[in-house]
């Protein structure tokens, strides 16, 4: 429960997987030791500490930022890890733990671009034996996870200025697009009506004209919501 010891664990392990040779291999080894578990309590705890400080104006400032870099890198970990490890992540309550972690640091810079690249990862696994994908996309509909993309995208601007925000775009509008391809007609009209009719995409288009993995990404949201008008 030492906050300093948690956030050097967790900046360890988010510098790790920008250095490893096999990141799939360093997925596979970590998800056997319970590491995807070990991080969605970490933030568990820091979300609870994250309350309590908020209901203490004179809490320590230092104690805040540990609380939000742990929360953000958390979600930079279980994000990589659910690339190849969907069924541990998921298992050990990852969904959940991203959506948490947004909901109390949702105006971090860091937390933004990995929530959304979380989330992404989680509804696209490359993992080959995934016990049900459509498990997993369900959750992230159901716990709120559509809004979590939309509320950072229609803030990162604010939060992080034009520049930084172009990659936010593009984790979030890969999420909407895996999110409306696999998760069916509910996860259409979700999408459809937290994104005005779509759009919030295309502003995100006009925003990020010259990005583009934004154009790619934007265009398959709004290729995939077309089906709602042949969806039953």
């Known amino acids: 429960g030492d906050l300093r010891l948690d956030a050097a664990a967790c900046r360890m392990f988010a510098e790790w997987v920008d250095e490893v040779d096999s990141l799939e291999e360093f997925n596979r080894r970590w998800a056997r030791v319970g590491l995807p578990k070990a991080l969605c309590y ?6 609870e500490r994250a309350d309590a400080l908020h209901a203490k104006p004179w809490s320590c400032e230092a104690e805040s930022s540990q ?32 959506i948490w972690g ?29 016990r049900d994908v459509s498990t997993c996309v369900s959750s992230i509909i159901s716990e709120g996870g559509i809004q979590v993309i939309v509320t950072a995208l229609e803030t990162s601007v604010a939060v992080v200025g034009l520049l930084l925000s172009a990659e936010i775009y593009h984790y979030g509008c890969d999420a909407l697009a895996c999110l409306t391809q696999l998760g069916g007609r509910a996860s259409r009209q979700c999408v459809f009506r937290e994104t005005v009719g ?12 010259r990005e583009i993995a934004v154009q790619q990404t934007g265009c398959n949201v709004m290729y995939n919501l077309l089906y709602l008008a042949f969806d039953q």
């Not at 970490?42 to 979300?47: G, S």
């Not at 659910?82 to 990852?94: H, K, L, R, S």
């Not at 779509?198 to 004209?209: E, Q, T």
């Open 42 to 47: 970490a933030m568990l705890r820091v979300c």
């Open 67 to 98: 609380c939000r870099e742990i929360a953000g890198y958390c979600c930079r970990v279980l994000g990589e890890m659910a690339y190849d490890e969907a069924d541990a992540v998921f298992d050990a309550g990852g969904v959940d733990a991203v």
């Open 102 to 130: 947004f909901q109390l640091f949702g105006k971090d810079a860091l937390m933004l671009q990995n929530a959304c690249y979380a989330l992404r990862n989680l509804a696209m696994s490359r993992d080959p034996h995934p």
């Open 198 to 209: 779509g759009s919030l995409i295309v502003k995100a288009m006009n925003l990020f004209s």
